[in-house]
């Protein structure tokens, strides 16, 4: 079936660092794509998202990259600071599977080592 | 406005009981869905709904219930309590489509005993 996911469950980084976060998906007629940010204890912040018709899109210090021809999208996080600390999750619109709802893959643990 | 709210934020269960979590959204959206979120998994979609009296099964449906008498309010039902249901919910609005920007609540702690 269809799914989104994560390539690596945690990520350590140096505060002042770039950090770059990987997803991969497996339906080719997926047309959009979201990151959120999720703190402890609190539900899942919208921070950006991205249509097929794009390639690239940039917001405030984030960046999200969309390859189709890998099925990839990337998140990256300009001078990593020790608020951008969370569990970051890629989810998408996935046709297909008879549910209109975003597909979540199981995120990626960020750490922001001073 | 206050976004998306949910009730409660902690609730223990025996098995086989039954209740009702709810969500309330004050952004006059219309979409508005159910994720459940156990460890180190990603959410998974439970229910949502496309407008008021509109309802519809998500990902993993068994076990739920809910409805959409207005705008506003999604209630989530469990009829009979499960252990398999111990997990963290979360309701989420959008403005019409899954595809606009979801608004996500603060989630509720459910443990099934």
């Known amino acids: 079936g269809e799914s989104v996911g994560l390539h690596l469950p945690t990520l350590s980084v140096q505060e002042g660092d770039n950090s770059i976060i990987n997803c991969a998906y497996s339906?080719?007629?997926?047309?959009?794509f979201i990151w959120y940010k999720q703190e402890s204890g609190k539900g899942p912040q919208f921070i950006i998202d991205?249509?097929?018709?794009?390639d690239k899109r940039q917001g405030q210090r984030v960046t999200v990259l969309l390859n189709k021809t890998v099925k990839h999208l990337s998140l990256q996080i300009a001078a990593t600071q020790p608020g951008d600390s969370a569990v970051y999750f890629c989810?998408?619109?996935?046709?297909?599977?008879?549910?209109?709802?975003?597909?979540f893959g199981k995120g990626t643990h960020l750490i922001i080592q001073p | 406005n206050a976004g998306v709210t949910q009730t409660p934020k902690f609730q223990v269960l025996k098995t086989g009981q039954s209740m009702t979590l709810q969500c309330a959204q004050d952004?006059?959206?219309?979409?508005m869905s159910w994720y459940r979120q156990d460890p180190g998994m990603g959410l998974r979609l439970i229910h949502y709904?496309?407008?008021?009296?509109?309802?519809d099964q998500g990902e993993v449906p068994n076990g739920y219930n809910v409805s959409r008498s207005t705008t506003e309010d999604f209630p989530l039902r469990l009829l009979s309590a499960a252990p398999s249901q111990t997990s963290v919910y979360f309701c989420?609005?959008?403005?019409?489509?899954?595809?606009?920007?979801?608004?996500f609540g603060p989630g509720t702690r459910l443990t099934v005993l």
């Open positions: 989420a609005s959008s403005y019409s489509v899954a595809s606009d920007t979801q608004y």
């Open positions: 339906n080719s007629a997926s047309d959009y």
């Open positions: 991205i249509r097929s018709n794009m």
């Open positions: 989810a998408g619109i996935l046709s297909g599977g008879g549910a209109d709802g975003l597909t």
């Open positions: 952004m006059n959206h219309e979409y």
């Open positions: 709904s496309v407008g008021a009296g509109i309802t």
